[in-house]
């Protein structure tokens, strides 16, 4: 009896983090891509494509290990700890943190998994993020949880997995193709929420865009002026806002009681999300 209910219980609990993991998605990540991330994760059309990548998934792990990994118990600890506030703050689940050997052939950072946080990494150059202001560190951090935490590890591991044939990554790219010109997007705003500084958001997508141009499979994301523009828009809105007031503590700049969300000045996220599908001519 007691087993049945430790595993009903176990059960409950992780039902309630994959709630709390989407509603805090929902609270910053752009609708579009909330939409097809959902439809590529339950559709039947999609199934041998995500199924290919988990298959894909004991190899590719097996293939780093020995190619461009270092052990796992070499991870600097205030790495992990830079990594694990910014999981907190964006209320995503810690996911297992690689390092990369010196001179290896691979992005700075790159967040790789497969579907529903089933496996969800993040390789990281500890040398290169080191190097970078503690404001685009934490946007880099932030860009990277967001791609896990909205599902987009599958497609790193699909052009990671692809890489090595032309034929097979040109196809990748195609198959892809209309997830990662909206779903950066999202994980800009994860970066932004973390580091809410414009200056310190275009250093961080100079620097992921510089070290992805490193190795032929990174997938193609949209120009980096489309990006800097959704996020002046996601700047303006409540969700940024909030973020703001929350980084002064619970009383406002001026020291008088902060506003409760519903009155708070910005636009919605929803106005952001139309402005951002217009300019990207999804109308």
Known sequence: ??????????????ELAAYEERMARAAYAYGVDLRRSAWLSSSQVARPLVAGVARAWPDLVASLESEVLRPS???????LRDVAAAAERLRTPM???RILRPSAAFPGICPLGTLHGSAA????????????GS??????LGHALGHLQCDHGIWFTAHLSAGARRARLWTTRRL?????????????????LLALEPSAAEAGIEWIERTGARVPWWPRFPRVDLRLDALADFD????????????VGADGPDGTEAKPRDALPGWSLARCDARLTRRLGLL
């Open 1 to 14: 009896m007691s087993v049945a209910s430790d595993l009903g219980q176990l059960l409950r609990q992780r």
């Open 236 to 247: 303006r809105s409540v969700v940024v806002t909030a973020a703001r007031r929350r980084g």
């Open 121 to 132: 990494w993040l390789v990281v150059d500890a040398d290169a993020i080191g190097e970078l």
């Open 73 to 79: 118990r070499d991870v600097p600890a205030d790495l």
């Open 176 to 192: 892809f193709g209309p997830f990662v010109e909206v779903g950066v997007f999202s994980a800009d705003r994860a970066g932004y």
């Open 95 to 97: 996911p297992a943190v």
């Open 135 to 140: 404001k685009v560190r934490s946007f880099v």
